[in-house]
RNA sequence: GCUCCCAUCGUCUAGCGGUUAGGACGCGGCCCUCUCAAGGCUGAAACACCGGUUCAAUUCCGGUUGGGAGCGCCA
């Protein structure tokens, strides 16, 4: 196969806020083809909105897309810095007549779509200028350059997810390609950098369907080769409204921050609005051979905490303990007061690892799961755990650890010390190992209580024990 | 207002003319069990509505309703 036969994918975002979910999932969804065919995967900055595009967007794009480890081929392509070029072509479809000046103002411009929208009447540049004598033009006003775009016929997108899409052509109007002070548009810019870029595939937001037909024509006009298109639906929040900042939209270092996995976010997003049967956990290996176009799905998806969370207690229990504590660590390091683990701490924290992740959803809930493993001395009870020490579980507790002199401390010796207790004694093992389980943690509720006697060794574990124990 | 898109359990979805409409999350029950999880079994839960087409519609077509997006010298 050669090279011509690759696709080239993009992800485009504008750098005028934070990578979102349904931006981090375009970008998912663009990388998967590109790996899935042996394509390439560009990354372009559109910044050429001046005034709003910020280096912190920049920086935060490329942040989240390095957490989600979508890697991009090439380098990076600014928009702004490719002006020159887009001007360029704004100048070729003007002397090819494919384009023309216009001298309409702002507010005359405005005047026109008011009195469109009291009529009743669709919004959309009337084309005063269009067929006007160029000597008309006024001397030394500035103007904007549009495309002359056709009146007649239609202009179909044959969209991979929402099928062919016709839109006539005389509800377009013609867009501007050249603002008064020179710039470039975004819809002139974007359709040359594909073209530059060499894109083959453009799979982006359901939002720019709309856009599509436009760039089509715009396409058409310089006789370009056509792209395919693939607009998937937006993600919304959890009411089914769009996401906002209340809910949803928030970067993808967002989820970081909460405790999710990087492979739980690309299984999680690849699942909102792409099937392969019933599959459900699919590592992105899988996801790269199986990905296609043809299973993106058309309808909008909301975004469901429970079941990102269920995924991620997945791949929490998928995840070797070093690299899950150094997880945990980061995250408690980003905490505030940002907090360190001791060596002891640490070591705890591996051992006890195993039976930790089979509990959290999250790493937050993780980290605090393991909070009675990073200091040492007796514990301060919650409610829960005071209200299960009664003075009799206090003089229970005090009789099994004088059984415990000369018992090895390992949680297999322990148990067996404990059930031979509770025999003796006429109780269940619970009445022995809840006890023990409040004193030790501060709680009712914590992974296996010999094992975590174990890992938190005989002096430690008498210490806290003691405290307690009558 | 105009244009475009969408519509299967609460949520994510499978389905591509004939199925007891399947799976997953969540929810209920049971089992397991030192707590909590995990796991196993199990229950409740959906084709928005109305017309066509067809021997037969969740599936194809049209309309209605309901969501969403776009309509800038923003991207």
């Keep these: 196969m050669t090279d011509i036969a690759k696709p080239v994918l993009r992800f485009a975002p504008s750098p005028t806020g934070m990578l979102h979910i349904g931006g981090a999932r375009t970008a998912l969804f663009n990388w998967l083809f590109a790996r899935h065919t042996g394509g390439k995967f560009l990354l372009r900055i559109e910044d050429t909105d001046r005034e709003r595009s910020t280096p912190e967007a920049v920086a935060a794009i490329i942040n989240g897309l ?147 037909a436009r760039q089509m024509q715009l396409i058409k006009a310089m006789g370009w080769p056509e792209v395919i298109y693939g607009h998937v639906p937006l993600i919304h929040g959890p009411d089914g409204a769009k996401l906002s900042k209340r809910h949803g939209a928030l970067a993808v270092e967002a989820y970081r921050d909460m405790g999710y996995l990087p492979e ?44 990102l969370d269920n995924t991620n207690a997945h ?25 360190t683990l001791s060596q002891t701490a640490r070591e705890r924290l591996i051992k006890a690892m195993p039976s930790l992740k089979e ?44 059984t415990l002199a ?11 010390k404990a059930r031979v207790f509770a025999e003796q004694n006429g109780l269940k093992l619970g009445q022995v190992a809840q006890p023990l389980r409040a004193a030790l943690t501060g709680h009712t509720t914590s992974p296996p209580i010999f094992a975590m006697l174990e890992v938190l060794g005989r002096d430690e574990s008498l210490s806290r024990l003691r405290a307690y124990a009558i």
């Design 66 to 212: 390095k957490w989600l480890e979508l890697d991009w081929d090439g380098e990076i392509v600014f928009q702004a810095a490719r002006a020159g070029r887009h001007r360029e072509v704004a100048e070729q479809l003007l002397a090819s007549g494919n384009a023309y000046r216009c001298y309409a103002t702002a507010a005359e411009l405005d005047e026109m779509r008011a009195a469109q929208r009291a009529a009743g009447k669709p919004l959309r540049y009337d084309g005063r200028w269009r067929d006007r004598d160029p000597l008309e033009a006024p001397e030394g006003v500035p103007f904007v350059v549009r495309l002359r775009a056709p009146q007649t016929g239609e202009t179909i997108i044959h969209d991979v997810v929402q099928g062919d899409v016709r839109f006539a052509n005389e509800q377009m109007d013609d867009m501007v390609l050249l603002r008064s002070d020179g710039t470039p548009t975004y819809m002139l810019a974007v359709v040359v950098d594909d073209f530059d870029m060499g894109i083959t595939h453009i799979i982006r937001g359901d939002d720019h369907l709309n856009n599509a």
């Design 264 to 307: 739980t976010m690309r299984n999680y997003l690849l699942r909102l609005g792409w099937s392969h049967g019933n599959d459900e956990i699919i590592p992105t290996p899988q996801a790269i051979e199986w990905f296609n176009l043809e299973n993106i799905g058309k309808s909008p998806a909301r975004l469901d905490f429970k079941k």
């Design 315 to 339: 791949y929490l229990r998928e995840t070797a303990d070093m690299a899950l504590a150094d997880r945990v660590a980061a995250i408690l390091a980003q905490a505030t007061p940002p907090r």
């Design 359 to 402: 509990r959290a959803r999250t790493l937050v809930e993780l980290a605090a799961a393991a909070e009675f493993l990073f200091s040492d001395g007796p514990r301060s009870l919650d409610e829960a755990a005071a209200k299960l020490l009664t003075e009799a579980a206090k003089a229970s507790m005090g009789a099994f650890l004088a």
């Design 406 to 416: 000369d018992t090895e401390w390992t949680a297999h010796a322990l148990e067996d």
